[in-house]
């Protein structure tokens, strides 16, 4: 075996940052290489420069034993270079085939295109490689795992021999993702090679043949997949040991909190979200939801806090201790002790230009320990910020200046989580993908106020779709498929089957597809 | 973050500094001496008492149209109907003051007449603000339009219905309406017609500021502007700031016609705004949609106005109307390219 791509002493420095420093890294031809690392660790970094988007501070890469000096993208291409974005580089009004010959149309100007031969073309690769999609659809009615298969088949069509994947599982089910693991073994079957950027650990030691780990923009080790532990790896990326699985002692819950009852959901184009949902969380309990995205998570969560597209119907109805919540404002919602985590923080929970300080107050301005006069009490503000910083571990230099968006995904998440769970009176926590983007050692940080929050009599509505962390905190589990609970574990089924970890995400498998 | 704060305050100054380099070139095509020209306009404007008057008295128009492009820019609308907006609250104040008994003390008519130019600039801004809120209509196209409209309704009723025979202004207001100059007052930039409206136009400035840097209005109007989704899912009334911006900023936009009608030509007459109010996107965007900082921008605009017509004799205005735009885009280039590198 020779090195199909090698880089030997790269560093890359933004300014007075230094995003990757020294990295030497060679990857076999025919193999899967993964490199993992938290967030800001440099490996997004690494892979422009790979791809041809930056350029190293120092130090060379060589392709097949050719060093290499790319100006853009298409140079890399050029060298069998090809990247599946994490977010795709689509057009959505055009077909499959359209756009996997964007760019390479095999044609001549004003010449019409060989549409056919590229139709067999994609045949021929669906076939060996198991990439199932119709050449014909508009691309912007593919699900997502359909659009990266087309992202991979556009790789294919350009002959890319190394393949780098920036995060692809990041947006995927379950169930997608095994299609996808399934994919990249043939090709790797085919000789190809893959370099696979991830930050989940058991997706790299179930599919890579070796593991780099990258932290503060340097490679700690490279090692065999086959002999690596999960938290040999998590040691090596944290810098520490982690605790991987939360300590979570039996919960005893009080009265109900909230009751959702026959809840329905139709959306504006008429098709049915959510019927019949039923479901109640008592105080001191996390109710989790397991369930493959797109079964109703999200309009659930729209429901509960007031924020529905215009055009859609609710029925059906959702009580906060007996008091309605549906036809309430988000405002409202809140005042009456709600707190919630939405899916998507960057959009949706943060001003990413606000200093943290005052996101650390977004959303709960109007209360009066924060006000004075027309405008804010700063000593007030900064007091808060102090508290919330050192309890939730909120790692920033100066909380009063610096925007939010200049940290890391899991410290901005422990932001939102402080906010949250320090409302006044809060009984209900509505907490979706809490995890999602957030690096290992925030995740512990973050399991741990959960836990904290629940067993201070907090009821939590837990919507992941992570199962394993579905079923590390939940107290009961509700299985939501096509709009409804399909099956619910009760508090004593969790606590056995929890036991046996594997079996009980094939059995939670189960009811959910 | 120190970085961010100094190509904050650089970028503006380079545009400038370049625009101001392009445009000694033009003179030089031009085939005449920049030096002289340069000479003569700094003294046509702030050399003399009457210039720096003149300069004064254009600024704080240019304050307020720019404030009324600024503070709707924050909340991300695009308000480019300051001119149609300004438009109306200096017919609504000319008529005001025209209508009003003659023996009314100034202690209310000049309220009166200042209230209704706000009143009618702020409605004029509201409807592109309910049109955006209820039925989703883009405020660009609805403020362009509007700006027509403002323009065709003023010279109907000025034209068939208001304007004194052969002439094409208004009666005056009323003696007790108007507006002192400095010059009357206090002797300063005699003749000029600088009046006590700049006060109000550095009170307005101070107040938006106010409103959007240390108020929770002002957080939430910001925070909409940034990022509207998260606005709502934090409880924000967002359709509520659309509103309160666009009436705000017409407001600010009705009160620049106190300055050129109650305390100027004291009547209503065709074309008087000229287009100052577009000037007040330049104004606002130059100053990056801050209330303070707009100030130098409207001083900025106001000497290259005023200067371009103490030279009028040497070169054409029209090279100045070149330098104002050149300046603006000059300004928007270097924004992108500094967002572009911060970003990499």
Redesign the interface.
Known sequence: MSAALRLSGISKSFGTFVANSNISLSVEEGTIHALVGENGAGKSTLTKIIYGIERPSSGEVAVHGKTVRFASPREAIERGIGMVHQHFMLVPTLSVAENIMLGNEHAALFHPLPLKKIKALIKEHSDSYGLSVDPDALVGSLSVGEEQRVEILKLLFRNAEIMIFDEPTAILAPSECEQLFTILRALRQKGKTILFISHKLDEVLAVADRVSVMRKGEIVGTIEAASATKAELARMMVGRSVLLKVQNPPSLPAKEVLEVNNLGFRAAKGETRLSDLSFTIRAGEIYGIAGVEGNGQSELLQALWGLYPRGSSITGEARLKGEALIGKKPAEIARMGVSHIPENRLRHAVILDFPVTENLVFGRHQEATFQRGIGFNHRALEANAARMTLEYDIRCSSPDHQPLGSLSGGNQQKVVLARELNRPRISLLILAQPTRGVDIGAIETIHKKIIEARQKGVAILLISSELEEVIALSTRIGCLYKGSIRHEFSQEEVEQKKEHEGEFKNEIGLHIT | ?M?QKNARVLIPILSILSALLLCTLIIMMTGKDPAMIFGKMARGTLGSSYGAGQVLFRMTTLILVGLAVALPFRVRLFNIGAEGQLQMGAFSAAMAGAVLPATLSSFFAIPICILAGMLAGALWALLAGVLKVRFGVNEVISTIMLNFIAQGVTGYLLTYHFALPSTVHTAPVIAAATIPSFGLLTGWFANSPANLTSLLALTAALLFQTLLF????G??M??TG??P?????????AGMHTLTAMALGGAAAGLGATNIVLGYKHYYEAGMTGGVGFAGIAVALLAGAHPLWLMLSALFFGLLEYGGLTVNAYIPKDIFMMIEAITILLVITFSAYGKRHQL?
């Open positions: 973050m970085r240390q108020s929770r209005f957080f939430e910001r925070a940034l990022q989704e998260a606005a709502r899912y934090g409880g924000i009334n990499s």
